[in-house]
């Protein structure tokens, strides 16, 4: 797999992030994966009016764990909203909203990475 294909899997989740952000300010979590070079979208749903975040984390990361080590997929991405403290330019922790994305091209190992955003005249800006 490619650093390319990658790129453009993460690329997707901050596309799909944004929307999700700009409209509804929040967002239960959803992945991607990588098929034979393609991106799939992913949702998890299940039919409770509030979906529970860490058992949707779970899940999708499991699935796509299997996935992965029976070569179904080449890789995965997990998107969710979280919270978090951040240093700010005068190297101060301050709590801010951000975007953790785990994303793994072998199924053992995931990368979690955070990503601080603010809503400006409505739209995400990424910090």
Known sequence: MTD???KELKQN???RAKIFIENLQEFAPFG????????????YSDDAEIVDSTKGIK???DNFSEEIKNKIIEAG???FDVTANFKNGDGISEKRDALCLKISS???NWSDEYFPYMIIDGECVWK
Do not use: M, T
Not at 35 to 43: R, S
């Open 4 to 6: 390319n294909l990658l």
């Open 13 to 15: 989740i901050f596309y």
């Open 32 to 43: 991607a994966k990588l098929i034979e070079g393609d991106i799939k979208d992913v949702v």
């Open 59 to 61: 899940i999708l990361q």
């Open 77 to 79: 991405a997990i998107a």
């Open 106 to 108: 072998d199924g053992e």
